[in-house]
C-alpha cells in the first residue's frame, strides 16, 4: 500500500494585471511556502492581508498541497 509523505505546503495568490493586446487577461502569480500546522483560516487570512497590499485587484487565492507518494 502507497504512503504520502508531505513535502510542504504553499499559498498561490493570483492577480489582475489587466488585458493584453488582444484583449486577453493577464494573470501574475506570487507563490509562498505555509508554516506547518497553519489552518486553512490563517493561510486565507494572510493571503488576503499580502493581497492587501498590492494596487492589483486580487483574483484568486489557492492552497497547494505537495506529497510524494512511495510504496
Known sequence: MAT????GDKVRIS???GLDLDGKQ?????AF???S???DDQVYT???NYASLSEKSLVEIEK?????LQA
Not at 64 to 68: D, P, T
Open 4 to 7: 504520502k509523505i508531505n513535502l
Open 33 to 35: 511556502s505555509i508554516i
Open 37 to 39: 500546522g497553519a489552518t
Open 26 to 30: 493577464i494573470i501574475k502569480r506570487k
Open 64 to 68: 497547494i498541497e505537495n506529497y510524494e
Open 46 to 48: 494572510a493571503a488576503l
Open 15 to 17: 492577480f489582475d494585471y
